[in-house]
């Protein structure tokens, strides 16, 4: 037959455009990479970051939920481990990684001790104004 002069064809023959042919395969596996990355990945790197700070972060006294859903406060801190109080008298050893949540934190002595003045401060203020 005649050889075709229609230049895509002979450039699609030729094995032509390699690279631009490969991009736009790659496309749309690069596009569903990014979506999955901001989708899923970073959130979940997040979390994991905010949960790594609230086990660090945790103290002799906050009131905590394990994984299990059981309510208590924390009387001692060890390496991995910290020892529950749910109830009088019932303590018990948890792994810090299984603790979910930090309802109600304690404050530092000194900020306790701050906030306690300022208060007293407050309550000067407002009985000199009341006069």
């Known amino acids: 037959m005649f050889p075709s002069t229609d ?4 450039a699609a023959a030729a094995g032509g455009g390699g690279l631009g042919v490969m991009l736009m ?3 749309p596996f690069i596009l569903i990479f990014v979506v999955f990355y901001f989708l899923l990945i970073r ?18 006294g906050d009131e905590v939920v394990t994984a299990g859903g059981l309510i ?12 529950v109080e749910l109830a009088d008298g019932v303590r ?9 949540e930090v309802r109600s934190r304690t404050e530092p002595a000194k900020a306790g001790a701050a906030k306690k003045e300022a208060a007293s401060d407050d309550d000067t203020d407002e009985d000199a104004a009341r006069s």
């Open 7 to 10: 230049p895509i064809l002979i």
């Open 92 to 100: 018990v050893k948890v792994v810090k990684a299984t603790l979910s």
């Open 72 to 83: 208590g406060k924390v009387t001692r801190i060890a390496d991995g481990e910290a020892t």
């Open 25 to 27: 395969q790659l496309a």
């Open 43 to 60: 959130p979940q790197q997040q979390r994991v970051k905010q949960h790594r700070e609230m086990i660090s972060n945790l103290r002799r």
